[in-house]
């Protein structure tokens, strides 16, 4: 009834997360780009900054394009970064904006990475070892290659691996803090949540179904006074009759005058869109089996109405779906389609039978709900994001779907059952709080940014002559 647009990861409970470095073009060089977006080791001033990125192995030719709090973001970052959004676009069938434009929005994002990973690492939230472990192995499984590879292919590069797991650990700690205070920056009313739930009230309203009968008595265009008078008479005294216990139909089939009457005045089953306005407000507060305690005035004559049937839109049964998932996160370093590659793989081996939905969730999934097999338990219409969610709602029990990509990755996704719930008043109000919180999330979410990049040291440098 309520569309709740609660995010996956925050249905998880606060769903630690990560993003893997996946195998791409030159390997590589996509994982120096990764440790420079998230950049694994903090450097204290500008000078002892440049010397870092000297020792990362700043090309001949690379530069510092600015300086963000202790970070730095490099021309040749910027270049690489530049490509990849070309790339997309040219993907995707888009426009290209001009060079300039472009080149601003890339650097603004890489600005904007720095400033969060900064802001995360003075928050004081702490990752655990256990959590930084399964992101490291999650990057070897990303990437086919063992976690003994990994460290191989990292000191061949001259790639400290302490380096890298930090990298990993400002990833989880900029997620986290950003879902926090973004969070703490949404405020939900209780007059908030009346007026979106009369909103919704109002549009459920044109999909509600009335089966309605009725008993009519005419009255001719331009009938005298004692002739009106004579036609209410009759419905009085059919009136009576109802209220005396007589069966509705019965007196609409002795007394009704309207093309119904055979069929004890049904009306049948429609839309109450589809009915007159006069019926459909005369009924608004009846139940289903009572009868309009006066008669109804129209300009064909006078009307006893009967409420039959009510199927409300806003009906407060719901259908509630037990589902899981796996899910890979898509990233700079890890694309939508190189995870979608990999749930392909793992969703041919689910469907022969050679491995458990449950035991491959635990194994690969990057959600805080891995360790429950991916379960996500029970969930009202809503609960997920739409694309999560329209995907769900087109499986049956048992079925797997193919890869699906939401906000928060690539997902492959099992129903495992289905059932019928009615929804209590504070449920009610609850999942509309959360679409509130939901609709205000993206908003918050750049005033966030905004602040973090106004406290923050920014410097920007012109390229060396």
């Known amino acids: 009834m309520i569309e709740l647009l609660r995010s996956i990861h925050r249905r998880a409970g606060g769903a630690t997360t990560f993003r893997a470095l996946g195998a791409t073009t030159g390997w590589v060089a996509a994982l120096m780009l990764g440790l420079l977006v998230a950049l694994g080791t903090a450097f204290t001033a500008a000078p002892a900054a440049a010397q870092g990125a000297s020792q990362r192995g700043t090309r001949v030719g690379d530069y510092i394009v600015a300086v963000v709090n202790s970070e730095l973001v490099t021309a040749n970052e910027v270049e690489q970064r530049l490509a990849r959004a070309r790339e997309q676009i040219q993907r995707n069938g888009g ?30 939230t702490k990752v655990d070892e256990v959590e930084l472990d399964r992101a490291v192995n999650s990057v070897a499984a990303a990437n086919r290659i063992t976690l003994a590879e990994l460290r191989r292919r990292l000191a061949s590069e001259g790639i400290d691996f ?128 009572e009868v309009t305690p006066v008669p109804v005035r129209s300009g064909a004559g006078f009307h006893l109405i009967k409420v039959l049937d009510r199927r409300d839109g806003a009906a407060i049964r719901i259908t509630q779906t037990h589902a899981r998932h796996i899910l890979l996160r898509a990233s700079a370093q890890v694309s939508a389609e190189d995870a979608s590659r990999r749930l392909e793989g793992l969703k041919r081996q689910i469907d022969s039978g050679q491995r458990r939905f449950e035991d491959v969730a635990r194994e690969v999934s990057e959600d805080a709900s891995a360790a429950a097999g991916g379960d996500l338990g029970w969930q009202s219409p809503g609960g997920f994001v739409p694309e999560f969610e329209e995907a769900m709602n087109r499986l049956g029990p048992g079925a797997v779907s193919p890869p699906v990509v939401s906000r928060f990755g690539v997902h492959l996704i099992q129903v495992i059952e289905r059932r019928e719930v009615e ?24 005033d966030w940014v905004k602040d973090l990049r106004a406290r923050a040291y920014i410097e920007m440098r012109e390229a060396p002559q």
């Open 95 to 124: 426009r290209e904006p001009a060079a300039d434009v472009l080149r601003k929005r890339v650097l603004d994002a890489l600005i904007d990475e720095r400033v969060q990973v900064t802001h995360a690492r003075d928050s004081g």
């Open 423 to 446: 929804l209590s008043e504070k449920e009610v109000r609850e999942q509309a709080r959360a679409a509130l919180r939901e609709q205000k999330f993206e908003a918050a979410y750049l």
């Open 162 to 289: 302490v380096r890298f797991r930090n990298n990993l650990r400002d990833q989880i700690l900029v997620e986290r803090v950003r879902e926090r205070e973004v969070q703490g920056r949404i405020r939900i009313t209780d007059a908030d949540v009346d007026k979106y739930l009369e909103q919704q009230r109002s549009a459920a309203a044109a999909s509600t179904e009335l089966n309605l009968a009725q008993i009519m008595v005419t009255v001719p265009e331009g009938a005298t006074e004692a002739v009106i008078a004579e036609r209410r008479a009759r419905i009085d005294a059919a009136l009576a009759k109802v209220r005396a216990g007589a069966d509705f139909a019965a007196v609409a089939r002795e007394v009704s005058e309207d093309g119904n009457r055979a069929k004890g005045g049904e009306i049948g089953l429609r839309p109450a869109s589809r009915l007159p306005d006069l019926f459909t407000d005369a009924v608004r507060n009846l139940k289903v089996g």
